[in-house]
């Protein structure tokens, strides 16, 4: 026997004389034995142990040797079996081994022979298991280097993602299609970004999670997964033990996935501050367990990175009452679409417009309800507006437009 290995010997013999014999032949520290006195013995001992080698006999008082073979074939390929009967034939004996066994043998047998028989069926056993294993572990390796391959893709696409100001939405959206081709299309995402005050979420984009879900269109900070995600700084799943179930509150009320098994809150975070939260739903609890590797490998990093990026251009460009893009970033554009105009001869448009008796309004009924129809009236200049055309907050209640290709006459 090779040293350090210590196989399992499955004997199937109903004759006690001869089942002492074996446990003469090998030693308990070289094999162990597994003894069965009938063909029902000895085939759930083939569906409860590993076995390496059986020896059976032929005849037994509930069927035959060959119902042993057919079902060791069958559960454990690797192992090896050896037969032995008094009342074989040449026949019989080429018969078995053309349906697997490793040797006949005729009772009385020398034990040297038997001895040796089991030797060589011992090896060729293991080697039949180790290179079944290997091939396991290549297997499985090849899935690992898939996966890594596609992370390292979806790592490289979230990196050259652009980073203007154009759309911030479109850049959510990119990343999000990016991240679900990492996760698998049966694991649903959304992306929900913090607010300015920094008490509420608010959702950005998502992919997989229809209306049926129940997905909010805002999440306060605290309760739920999302809330203990925060808390933690760390992704937290729910069917963990301690872990709440509910999604997150709204108003009070904690939310769940609707139609999903499971669901994950992973924190997207910036020097210290959540800048957002990603949540992960799955209708079946297993295919969770690849999407939450991949929320915490670097493609969940550069996913982060990539939504940080987006706020910073928000932030920097965008103005935090109206939603409108703000003053600064008002006169870079207005720089580039006049010379745009200047160089192809088109046409350009500048309106500029305030509210009247805004001050009036703000002192008779409060600075809240003035922000409120400021948020009206920019939210009307949107809804109307082309792609190519350019909204801002000029300051206070002073609003612009640049129309590109628009004349006086519109």
Not at 97 to 123: C, N, W
Not at 388 to 404: K, M, Q, T, V
Request: some cysteine.
């Amino acid at each position: 026997m090779t040293a350090g290995y210590r196989p399992n010997i499955l004997i199937v013999e109903d004759n006690a004389s001869v089942r002492d014999l074996f446990e003469l032949v090998f030693e308990p520290e070289s094999a162990r034995l597994l003894h069965a006195t009938s063909l029902g013995a000895g085939l759930r001992l083939i569906g409860s142990e590993r076995i390496d080698l059986a020896i059976v006999d032929y005849w037994l008082p509930d069927g035959d040797g060959g119902e042993v073979l057919r079902a060791l074939r069958e559960a454990q390929p690797h192992a090896q079996a050896i037969l032995a009967t008094a009342w074989g034939s040449d026949r019989s004996a080429n018969e078995m081994v053309k349906q697997g066994a490793f040797a006949y043998l005729k009772k009385p047998f020398d034990v040297e022979t038997l001895r040796v028989h089991a030797q060589r069926a011992l090896l060729l056993s293991r080697l039949a298991w180790e290179n079944e294993h290997l091939q396991t572990s290549m297997q499985r390796f090849g899935e690992e280097v898939s996966s890594w391959e596609k992370e390292v893709e979806a790592v490289r696409r979230l990196a050259a993602l652009p980073s203007g100001p154009e759309d911030t939405a479109a850049h959510c959206r990119s990343a999000m299609e990016i991240l679900s081709q990492a996760v698998g299309e049966s694991v649903g995402l959304a992306y929900y970004a913090s607010s300015v005050a920094g008490d509420e979420l608010s959702i950005r984009c998502a992919t997989g999670l229809g209306p049926g879900a129940g997905l909010p269109a805002s999440l306060l900070t605290e309760g739920g997964l999302v809330g203990r995600a925060l808390e933690e700084h760390r992704l937290v799943t729910s069917g963990a033990e301690g872990e709440p179930a509910g999604l997150g509150r709204e108003k009070g009320s904690l939310l769940q996935l609707n139609g999903f098994a499971a669901a994950a809150a992973y924190p997207i975070e910036m020097k210290g501050r959540c800048v957002g939260v990603l949540v992960a739903g799955c209708p079946e609890g297993p295919c969770l367990g690849r999407a939450e590797e991949i929320l915490q490998s670097s493609v969940g990093r550069f996913f982060g990175l990539a939504m940080q990026n987006a706020f910073l251009m928000e932030a920097a460009t965008v103005d935090g009452l109206t939603a409108l893009h703000n003053r600064r970033y008002f006169d870079l554009r207005l720089e580039q679409e006049v010379s745009r105009a200047k160089r192809h001869g088109r046409a350009l448009t500048l309106c500029l417009a305030d509210l009247d008796r805004f001050k009036s309004l703000n002192d008779t009924h409060g600075h809240i309800f003035g922000d409120k129809v400021l948020r009206g009236v920019s939210g009307c200049w949107q809804s109307g507006l082309r792609k190519s055309d350019f909204a801002a907050r000029y300051g206070g209640e002073e609003l612009a437009l640049i129309l590109p290709e628009t004349s006086l006459a519109g």
